[in-house]
């Protein structure tokens, strides 16, 4: 099987062809422009490459309720152009496959169940800590989209007590994403992540707020695997301080085997490494083609 | 179909039959007593009854991982005797037709997205707010289990700014239960709730934690209905003080009509009223009968 795949993020486009081994064979990217101008891009890429199927994992928010007249926009971005915009009808009217459409969050969790970390398991929570925090979820052998889809990065956390920031979030200033992501840590500091030493108090406040969203997670959704990717993750430090926070927030309450004694392979690294947001998208494509997305 | 219902609650047993509408012909109840005489007036009751299926909503914590060697199990529960005890196994060996199994919480969610207040869609979170705070979690069509079963009851809120009190959790003191339970409300203010004047502050500082936990399901879960059950909430005073304190946390951000426009309609009280319970039961049982949980 060929599989199309697309990541398409705010600021580059990756589109790939891959198998349903999750092997990449061929690869392109570009920076993201004006939206008509992009999608050509990606046309053009395509053409003439006879893939079965296309997954697609974007930046949002986007639309992912099938039965929405709006399925398969993006939303309501400021990025510009690209607000209400019709990502998928655009690429349905040049290709006659089928289509697999959702977050790149929700793409990259189910890539690492598919192919990677979480792989075998019908469960696990992504999370990429990066410019924004986004959260991506599959439960019970499916990506969760309900009424919108999870925006977990925005949950509320309490205040380290050594911390003064007022948060950068523009539309709830200190959630989650105002005050973990990695503009936050940035502007906290006056420095930038890869300039801050790994024994630096802002891991152990990083830690605070992830221990705390991590905590949730497992609480509200019982997931069998964490999985922790993007750019502030690459500080690997982060990994143990996160793990003794949530283990401090539980306490013991939640009685299984992965969070009391093995959560050194529950709160993981994503296994996909560069290739997760593209595997992402390739999963996203075989699933289609299962008839489980259309 | 003749389906059988078991209510299994810390206090008392409720036992019914009731048929795929929904509609409760019979039913018994009895105080809960040690697991096996408790066993005993449940297997007698059913007994000569001749039930196609039989779904039992359990308190717990329990184990409902199929592939678990204590599957079917109350687990660590401080209840007398209850501890580690083989419940399902129990009326297996009395009964030999499907069963269903799962928390009460999430058999709530289950009876409510069957024939209540979220009749039709394919997700729903359930809160009960009493003794304890439960939450049962209903999404893309499936109660979720996971690594275990959701506790989204314990996770942790910011505290009030006129609130000093330290909480009940014996696991984490101040976690939403320990602020918010029942007996967290009547410790606080040495009064019972049914004692607390509609306008106290007491219900603007339930709403505050509540307000955060509703969100905070919302952001991680993206469901289309939010259900509050339980004994704290036949306060109805507090509906309108949640969904405004939910407004005011998301701010906006979750662009759903659910949310924007509707509120009055997407957080409710559950509507199967004192037959919640066992119509929960009922439609684990009836799950059962379609294979889907055995």
């Known amino acids: 099987m060929r599989i199309g795949a697309i990541e398409a993020g705010g600021t580059k486009f990756v589109c790939g062809i891959g198998n349903e081994q999750g092997i990449i064979e061929d690869r392109i990217s570009f920076p993201t422009g004006q939206p008509d101008r992009t999608l050509e891009q990606v046309i053009a890429y395509f053409e003439y490459k006879e893939v079965d199927n296309i ?5 949002g928010p986007i639309d992912i309720d099938p039965s929405s007249p709006s ?7 400021p990025k510009p152009g690209w607000a209400n915009y019709p990502f998928l009808a655009k690429l349905k009217q040049a290709f006659d496959v089928p289509f697999g459409w959702d977050t790149d969050v929700n793409a990259a969790a189910l890539g690492e169940a598919v192919w990677g970390a979480a792989k075998g398991l019908d469960s696990c929570v992504y999370y990429t800590i ?6 991506g979820v599959f439960v019970e052998g499916k990506l969760v989209h309900g009424l919108v889809h999870p925006e977990g990065g925005h949950i509320l956390t309490r205040h380290h007590p050594e911390d003064r920031f007022a948060g950068t979030c523009p539309y709830h200033g200190d959630c989650l994403e105002g005050m973990a992501s990695g503009p936050a840590i940035e502007k906290r ?15 152990a406040m990083q830690a ?17 695997k964490i999985i922790l990717g993007g750019g502030v ?3 690997k430090q982060l990994f143990p301080l996160i793990r003794a926070e949530v283990r401090n927030n539980l306490n013991g309450y939640v009685s299984a085997k992965a969070v009391l004694d093995s959560i050194d392979d529950y709160i993981v690294p994503p296994s996909l490494g560069d290739n997760a947001g593209l595997c992402g998208a390739l999963a996203l494509g075989l ?8």
Request: aromatic fraction near 12%; proline fraction near 3%; hydrophobic fraction near 45%.
């Open 55 to 59: 997954g697609i994992g974007t930046f």
């Open 208 to 224: 605070f707020y992830m221990g705390q969203a991590v905590a949730a997670a497992i609480l509200m959704l019982s997931p069998k």
């Open 130 to 135: 990066g410019t924004g925090i986004g959260v």
């Open 287 to 294: 699933q289609a083609m299962e008839g489980r997305i259309s």
């Open 71 to 77: 399925y398969g926009y993006v939303t309501t971005t």
């Open 233 to 235: 993750m690459h500080q």
């Open 189 to 203: 500091w006056n420095l930038k992540g890869s300039d801050i030493p790994a024994d630096h108090l802002a891991w």
